[in-house]
């Protein structure tokens, strides 16, 4: 058979109409477009493959640059992947590119306006093919340079609507520097997070690149000494643009140079960098929707995909984390005495339970059957397209809000564009419940908190707001006070326009 129809992919009958139509009703992957029929099998192999790792519309999407591949493979003439070497090919494929005028890298605009380089998506397909036909070296996970996490064999603690699936060390240009590194990070992957590891290796990369044009003879960190460390902490705080995070990178480099120094017995190490050398965290200011905001706001978001439109309203009404509203499983919500109770398993501490009003309960149960129509039965109710079995990704409803924003020209109260302020949300939730009166405690329990200690700055209202609901108050006392002054009027009538005089 050489030809790969969609309607025959298992995926296809789980689709929209509108994506079906989007797709064809008679749409395939030819074959037949690789001339060699030994070769020819091999790509089918792979293409197969790819259709059990992609959605119906990725592996659509994809289709564009398979032809391209085709048309090269064709040009080669040979008869199978395996007479070469995998560097072979990539070079085969740059110079052919170069020549068909195909670039090699293109730029790619963010949502946000800002420019990211691209590899071409035709060199990383045929990376893909070569590392699926070409047997490869083996070598430990552990020695390679980007290390893809699932090879480990360790329990990763990741946040699941932020999956990350490697840990790049290329950027480590000191050969020595960079083993002791891999040594680091994979004693901390048993312990720490993923943001964590993250912060370690951007730091990691700064000051490599830093030694590589000062200190280009420090090959390792048993070659480090305070008076270098010195010498790059008033780079950093001098030379260095983007010092905004200074007291997150410099806690994470001495983290990590702690860490290396007691793998390999480096002593010097726990002297590097002082806690006097870190300065403190900046402090952040307190911010929340005004009601005009979100008006704004939730009018662009009510013309969203469906799904992602309730994900949204849903994130405020409950006033979670964004990666607790993502995570929420079909069997959060039960009834008890009359009464809805939700279940939220925080990603960053203890799961708890609150109740909650029917038409979130509604929101909810009508969230959870589009999942289930749409994907059969899944353990969380917003899913990855590409993943059924994982979440609903942080970056894919950032995009898509994000998006939504730009083309609507949505600003806030001082006319800025708004940004994905998905933790705004929890603010405003806050404030919100100290605007009803709530006492410390029951604002924690509903906010998920162990302790008030963060209450208090729910409480920090604004000053239209306190004047609001202090009105009827000092309405009051002014009332009383007056009433305390009778038998004064005259004297009180001097004094208050002495003051006025004043």
């Not at 860490?259 to 002082?274: F, S």
């Amino acid at each position: 058979m050489t030809r790969i129809y969609f309607r025959d992919l298992p995926g296809y009958m789980e689709m929209t109409e509108h994506q079906k139509k989007y797709i064809g009703k008679n749409t395939y992957y030819n074959l037949e477009m690789i001339h060699e029929e030994s070769l020819q099998k091999e790509v089918e192999k792979f293409v197969r493959h790819r259709a059990t790792e992609l959605s119906v519309i990725s592996f659509y999407k994809e289709r564009k640059v398979y032809k391209h591949i085709c048309r090269f493979l064709n040009e080669k003439g040979d008869k199978s992947l395996k007479d070469r070497s995998g560097e072979f090919w990539m070079r085969s494929l740059k110079m052919w590119m170069i020549k068909e005028g195909i670039p090699l890298n293109y730029n790619e605009k963010g949502v946000y306006g800002n420019i990211t380089l691209i590899r071409s998506p035709v060199l990383r397909y045929m990376e893909r093919l070569i590392q699926f036909m070409i047997p490869q070296e083996i070598v430990s996970e552990r020695q390679k340079d980007i290390w893809q996490l699932e090879n480990l064999g360790i329990q990763i603690q990741e946040n699941p609507v932020k999956t990350r699936k490697t840990v790049n060390f290329t950027k480590i240009y000191q050969s020595q520097l960079r083993e002791e590194v891999k040594s680091g990070i994979y004693m901390n992957l048993q312990s720490e997070s993923m943001s964590c590891i993250q912060r370690e290796l951007t730091a990691m990369r700064r000051l490599s690149a830093y030694l590589k044009v000062k200190h280009p003879d420090i090959q390792s960190c048993k070659d480090l000494d305070r008076k270098i460390i010195e010498d790059y902490l008033i780079h950093l705080k001098t030379e260095e643009e983007s010092n905004r995070y200074l007291h997150s990178e410099l806690t994470r480099l001495r983290a990590i140079l702690e860490c290396i120094g007691k793998i390999y017995d480096y002593r010097q190490m726990e002297l590097l960098i002082l806690a006097r050398d870190i300065p403190p965290a900046p402090k952040s200011e307190f911010k929340d929707y005004s009601d005009a905001e979100l008006k704004r706001l939730n009018a662009g978001i009510v013309e969203l995909d469906e799904q992602y439109a309730r994900a949204m309203i849903i994130h405020q009404l409950l006033g979670t984390r964004i990666s607790d509203t993502l995570t929420l499983q079909t069997d959060c919500l039960y009834e008890k005495n009359e009464t809805y109770i939700i279940r939220i398993r925080q990603v960053k501490t203890k799961p708890y339970e609150k109740p909650v009003s029917e038409e979130i309960a509604m929101l909810i149960r009508s969230a959870i059957q589009y999942t289930r129509k749409r994907y059969g039965k899944t353990k969380y109710i917003f899913v990855s397209e590409k993943n059924t079995d994982r979440p609903l990704q942080y970056a894919t409803i950032q995009y898509h809000v994000v998006k939504m924003i730009r083309e609507k020209n949505l600003r806030d109260d001082q006319g800025v564009l708004f940004g994905f302020g998905s933790h705004l949300y929890r603010h405003t939730y806050g404030v919100k419940l100290t605007q009803m009166h709530l006492d410390d405690w029951t604002i924690a329990k509903l906010l998920g908190h162990s302790s008030v200690k963060n209450v208090k700055y729910y409480r920090k209202m604004r000053d239209d707001i306190l004047a609001d609901e202090t009105r009827k108050a000092r309405q009051k006392m002014s009332e009383l006070i007056l009433a305390n002054l009778d038998g004064w009027e005259e004297e009180y009538e001097q004094i208050r326009q002495n003051a006025c005089c004043e």
